[in-house]
């Protein structure tokens, strides 16, 4: 789970999250030991996953969740938001409304692992004692990273947002209207990111927007990426370049954004290879923070790989070194993109090699990197690129996915959020292999 502000926009749901807890879950935040059978840290889209697929299957009490914040996002219609099509309160509903009935609530944070003793110490004082523990904590958004950002972000009207936080995303719009004429630039980090395609979807959407108010003619749309590729599949990429030459962005790879001056408003970029540095004034600037492993698991250098990601088998989501050890989502070193999809993918995984470690029985479910990007092209179209870990096709619609498609849209717009509210988070959704299975067998 990304570790972020409370929005500002949502403060009602703090007093609706008091009186669920009386209602529907109790969390426990004060200086208390716990001892448990399955000790899930993080409650994300796959920690809380997770915990509804244990927590009654184990019996009330086993399992635990390690989790300090009051809401749960639904972080992919933060793109939505950012477009004026959906609004903030929508991506959010109090956490102990999504916890399962059945487990333990540790209103708290992890700051230190000890997996040789089965141990993991909280921020309040905690010890919590585990037979096997599952980490899905996700990433950490290094906004910090960037010199300037920051204070651009929390200067008003200062024409620079981000859809990658719940207190930023709903300025987008805002600052799409007040935009008349310049440079709208989009940039997305060299860093592993949450969902790669969502810078994309910012420029596309604000593209549109601008055609839409008249605005597209006084407007140059300039979009910077840090990585070596446009999209990380070759199927997709071919298509989403086009889209783009289309709409006239100008598109360039490995240049990463390293500097931002509000008050000048121009965006300083560094080559990743030459090293060289470009500025670019702007008039709208749209910042993919710098991503990385949530700073805790530094500290537990037996768990992570050498940049911090939790290290485990990328088939059977089992730690390399420690057997009682999973995890799964952003904070893993799996090498697919880290979505939601993916999480999804990973759920149904996770769960039957979990089960078979619990039996003493040999971990049998393998993971094909399954993941997927909607990537919204614009309001009313988008390109559904689903992949694996060999970044081939693995789509679950009967017609090319690569096709801009309203049916597409509806489906982010609507379906996704309601798949994911009643299904996903109550451990009854394990992405749409079954589903393809039918309407796709050959995909």
Known sequence: MIRITQSRAVPQLVALQKSLFNCRHKSHG??????????????GSAGCSIAAKFASKLGR?????LEPSDVHYYQPLFTLVGGGVSSVERTVRPMGSVLPKDATWVKDEAVSFTPEENLVKTKNGSCIKYDMLVLALGLQLNFNKVEGLLEALETPKSGVVSNYSPKYCSNTFQELQAFSKGNAVFTCPSTPIKCGGAPQK?????????????????????????????????????????????????????EDLIKVNPKQKTAIFENVDSKKQTTIEYSFLHATPPQGPPSVLAKCKDLTDSAGWVNVNKETLQHV??????????????????????????????????????????????????????????????????????????????????????????LKKHVMPAIYWTLMLRGFWDGPGKLRSISNPLG
Request: charged share 20%.
């Open 321 to 410: 070194k420690y057997s009682n050890v999973f995890s799964l989502g952003d904070c893993s070193n799996l090498p697919t993109s880290k979505t939601g999809a993916a999480v999804a993918g990973q759920l149904g995984i996770l769960s039957k090699n979990l089960l078979s470690a619990l039996e003493g029985k040999p971990l049998q479910a393998k993971y094909s990197g399954y993941t997927s990007c909607p990537l919204v092209t614009g309001y009313g179209s988008l390109i559904l690129a689903e992949f694996d870990y060999d970044k081939n096709p693995v789509e679950t619609l009967p017609f090319d996915q690569r096709k801009e498609s309203r049916i597409n849209y509806e």
């Open 61 to 65: 009490g086993k399992v635990v969740i």
């Open 30 to 43: 004060a200086t208390e030991n716990h001892s448990c059978k399955l000790l899930i840290v993080g409650g």
């Open 202 to 254: 910012a420029a596309y959407l604000s593209e549109h927007y601008m055609r839409k108010t008249g605005k597209r003619k006084d407007a140059n749309i300039i979009y910077r990426t840090g990585a070596g590729v446009y999209f990380p599949s070759p199927h997709y990429e071919k298509v989403l370049y086009k889209v783009a030459a289309s709409r006239g962005i100008d598109v360039a790879i490995k």
